[in-house]
């Protein structure tokens, strides 16, 4: 009997075809299982052929089996259906199956799980971004990977990569299934070439001369590496044309290191005075930023591209503390103007604030990330990050003199208040600081960019809501 599935993870046809097998009585011997190609719906309920509808309601199998069968469809072997719908027949026939941990079939499914959630971790590691323009916002580019998995999990692994990449447009394409994320929906289609994937882009050079001078030759473990990063992946690793010469070049660049003698920790630029110009000097503001560029308190300065200090005007009637700048604000050298300054200012034209009317500002300056191949990931900065960027917020505050200050979000609230603050149960409150100054608590616009697309409209209404409390 040959048993057609609408595509090749179809395990809601499969399972409706099976309780209509199981049902006849129809031994596995005597059932072949094919899929069709996929359709160009995202997610969609895929209906399997119709038929009679089974005489009883099916049996009952232990929930571990069914999440076994979400894993194992995702498997490339054409027999897995064949398997689990010998499974389904056996714990329906031979109920001790359920307690035999050795059964040859069951442990040939768990191995085959085993093998797609490995292909899965593999995915979420070497899944390299290029820029590419698409013809939109040249500030606002389309990042696209090209990846090759063993198994069918595509589909299965956008919703991961929609969340870890939310506030960015990006594609990845694969010879099965290719996906791309619009910053609202995912969308799916047929498999790509790899001719389509995209040529280096001018973030790749500084890329691969990152990961060169961080190679340390002394941890060098060469299986264990290969281990971890098969070579079948190499090819798509932008950083792998780098692997076998520094290898190479390991014992001799140890030795180098080994000789070298110790180095005595120097700061690079003098302390300098611990304020900056009287308030009333028209200079104040600017002095402050410049003093500001030169901040290295903290490891964070380092790394950025430049401190990002505040703008708006002088002794307004609001202003607006963040956390951190973002890898645009970074890039640009102005806070708010990424992702979640684009979601701020709609969210301030909602509740009739002019953005140009209040001073906006963080409370730590140098943007802290993480990289991810080549894309840079914002990292919760630490207390004492935090705390040493404080003497500028407060002399900025005492040379800006608002009226009142919002705090966006925890490391904000607690630069402001000097305490750590609740934010989810001490949001649309005020609050006051020693120097008598009202403070009101909401979230930061990025956390409502982090939710899942359907939880963000009401999200954005409750921010929205907090800062018409202002008024």
């Known amino acids: 009997m040959l048993v057609r599935l609408a595509n090749e993870t179809d395990l809601a046809g499969f399972r409706q075809e099976a309780r209509k097998l199981l049902a006849r009585r129809v031994p596995p011997d005597e059932v072949h299982w094919s899929a069709g190609p996929y359709h160009d719906d995202l997610f969609g309920g895929t209906q399997a052929p119709a038929g009679e509808p089974p005489p009883d309601g099916g049996i009952n199998v232990p929930p571990a089996f069914l999440e076994l069968c979400h894993t194992v ?59 590419v323009q698409d013809g ?28 870890r990449f939310a506030n960015m447009r990006w594609a990845i394409l694969t010879p099965q299934r290719c996906v791309e994320w619009d910053r609202k929906e995912l969308h ?50 932008p950083e792998a044309q780098l692997i076998s010469p520094l290898a190479a070049q390991a014992q001799e660049r140890s030795g180098v290191m080994i000789e070298q003698p110790p180095t005595a920790t120097l700061r690079r630029i003098p302390r300098f005075p611990d304020r900056p110009p009287a308030i009333g000097h028209p200079d104040a503001l600017a002095a402050l930023n410049a003093r500001t560029q030169q901040c290295r308190e903290c ?73 991810r191949g080549k894309r840079r990931i914002h990292k919760t900065p630490s207390q004492e990050e935090a705390l040493a960027c404080r003497r500028w917020l407060d002399d900025e505050i005492g040379i800006v003199q608002p009226r009142a200050l919002v705090a966006l979000g925890a490391t ?8 750590a603050v609740a934010v989810l149960s001490e949001r649309g409150q005020w609050f006051d600081r020693a120097d008598g100054v009202r403070v009101l608590v909401t979230v930061h616009p990025s956390s409502v960019l982090r939710m899942d697309p359907a939880q963000q409209p009401q999200a954005f209404a409750a921010f929205v809501g907090d800062l018409r409390k202002l008024l």
């Open 299 to 371: 490891p964070i300065g380092a790394c950025a591209t430049q401190a990002v200090c505040g703008e708006g005007p002088l002794k307004p009637a609001l202003m607006f503390v963040g956390e951190q700048p973002g890898d645009q604000e970074d890039l640009r050298g102005r806070p708010f103007v990424g992702p979640a300054g684009q979601l701020f200012e709609r969210a301030l034209s909602q509740a009739g604030v002019a953005r140009d009317t209040a001073y906006v500002t963080n409370a730590v300056r140098h943007f802290k990330f993480e990289l």
């Open 136 to 163: 939109q916002d040249p500030l606002d580019p389309l990042h696209v990977a090209w990846f090759e998995p063993d198994h069918y999990i595509v589909e299965a692994n956008a919703p991961w990569f929609r969340r």
């Open 188 to 237: 799916l289609r047929a498999g790509a070439q790899r001719s389509e994937a995209p040529p280096p882009d001018a973030g790749e050079q500084l890329w691969l001369t990152y990961y060169e001078n961080i190679f340390n030759p002394a941890r060098l473990k060469l299986k264990m590496m290969q281990k971890e990063m098969p070579r079948k992946y190499w090819r798509n690793l």
């Open 73 to 131: 469809v995702l498997h490339s072997a054409p027999q897995r259906f064949a398997l689990l719908y010998r499974l389904l027949w056996r714990l329906a026939h031979e109920p001790s199956l359920r307690h035999d941990p050795l059964d040859a079939d069951m442990l040939q499914a768990r191995e085959m799980a085993k093998s797609v959630q490995r292909d899965i971790h593999k995915m979420h590691a070497f899944v390299r971004f290029r820029q």
């Open 412 to 419: 904000a609230a607690r630069s402001l208040l000097g305490r």
